[in-house]
């Protein structure tokens, strides 16, 4: 059975730091496609951070050079680590893993940026 979980969300405020991490169970994130996304009330999901089996990163605009997604395979967790954090950084944040064609999500975890 596959599991993620997320863990590391919390109340910061601007400017600082805080890192998620998502443990998977039933699965190898070195396998596939490892994913950040994020949700705001009354937004769409977007996607914040993908890193592909080989390493490979990617962000959207607004948290290049802040964020930084990584991957430990010894213990299967990806991480999110985000440094400069503002108020609109507020949001649910969903880790993802795409095996082959299968999607599988995490149950979020919340960060709250206070001004």
């Known amino acids: 059975q596959v599991q993620l979980v997320e863990s590391g969300g919390g109340v910061v405020q601007a400017g600082g730091s805080l890192r998620l991490s998502c443990r998977a169970s039933?699965?190898?994130?070195?396998?596939?496609?490892g994913y950040w996304f994020r949700q705001a009330p009354g937004e769409r999901r977007e996607l914040v951070a993908s890193?592909?089996?080989?390493?490979?990163?990617s962000y959207v605009d607004t948290v290049k050079g802040r964020f930084t997604i990584s991957r430990d395979n010894a213990d299967n967790i990806l991480y999110l680590q985000m440094n400069g954090l503002k108020p609109e950084d507020t949001a649910v944040y969903y880790c993802?893993?795409?095996?082959?064609?299968?999607?599988?999500w995490g149950q979020g975890t919340q960060v709250t940026v206070s001004s």
């Open positions: 039933g699965l190898a994130f070195s396998r596939g496609a």
């Open positions: 993802r893993a795409s095996i082959g064609l299968t999607l599988y």
């Open positions: 890193i592909t089996s080989g390493g490979g990163n």
